[in-house]
T-cell receptor
Framework: DAGVIQSPRHEVTEMGQEVTLRCKPI?????LFWYRQTMMRGLELLIY????????DSGMPEDRFSAKMPNASFSTLKIQPSEPRDSAVYFC???????????FGSGTRLTVV | AQKITQTQPGMFVQEKEAVTLDCTYD???????LFWYKQPSSGEMIFLIY??????QNATEGRYSLNFQKARKSANLVISASQLGDSAMYFC??????????????FGKGTKLSVKP
């Protein structure tokens, strides 16, 4: 199994630009999570899906953030417009259920200048 | 409210010695899971070990064991025979079956472990 695949690994963009982060979960995992990691706030859940349906998006900072999961093998996290305070590492993770090990992708390091 | 607390921002251990990383949790849900993850300097999150709230025995995975004390709401990670490659950030996390955090992991702030040769 290739694991959770995220792209790109690194993204540098200018303030105001649209950024799209991509994630391919492990086949057969019904849960998909988007987390953001910063030094100040640690790991924060942004949104998670169960069977492609968004369950909890209360962690999404504001309307500039949106996430979709059009099918079981693909999800995107979009930031439009991006701001310097969005700079962080964004992780995607997938799981078979709440009490199984969550497998994380390698993360996308986003820098907004 | 669900919460994970890791009180040790950083720790040092001598190579080949054992080390315990502390984690306490707070939840009113009777059914929950506790996890430990390792994050080396390369940044990836590596799953280490899992303990269910109804599990009677402490979880073990190779050199990792979880000291689960339910009454004290603690889930400490014990690493035996530390190796240089164990130097990393370690995160304790919890998932509950009910409540506002259903289905997702809540993380502690992490403990940075440094193994000295």
């Amino acid at each position: 199994d290739a694991g959770v695949i995220q792209s790109p690994r690194h993204e540098v963009t200018e303030m105001g630009q649209e950024v799209t982060l991509r994630c391919k979960p492990i086949s057969g995992h019904d849960y998909l999570f988007w987390y953001r990691q910063t030094m100040m706030r640690g790991l924060e859940l942004l949104i998670y899906f169960n069977n492609n349906v968004p369950i909890d998006d209360s962690g999404m900072p504001e309307d500039r953030f949106s996430a979709k999961m059009p099918n079981a093998s693909f999800s995107t996290l979009k930031i439009q417009p991006s701001e310097p305070r969005d700079s962080a590492v964004y992780f995607c993770a997938s799981s078979k259920g709440q009490f199984y090990g969550y497998t994380f992708g390698s993360g996308t390091r986003l820098t907004v200048v | 409210a669900q919460k994970i607390t890791q009180t040790q921002p950083g720790m040092f251990v001598q190579e080949k010695e054992a080390v315990t990383l502390d984690c306490t949790y707070d939840t009113s849900d009777p059914s929950y899971g506790l996890f430990w993850y390792k994050q080396p300097s390369s940044g990836e999150m590596i799953f280490l070990i899992y303990q269910g709230s109804y599990d009677q025995q402490n979880a073990t995975e190779g050199r990792y064991s979880l000291n689960f004390q339910k009454a004290r709401k603690s889930a400490n990670l014990v690493i035996s025979a530390s190796q240089l490659g164990d130097s990393a950030m370690y995160f304790c996390a919890m998932s509950t079956r009910y409540g506002g955090s259903q289905g997702n992991l809540i993380f502690g702030k992490g403990t940075k472990l440094s193994v000295k040769p």
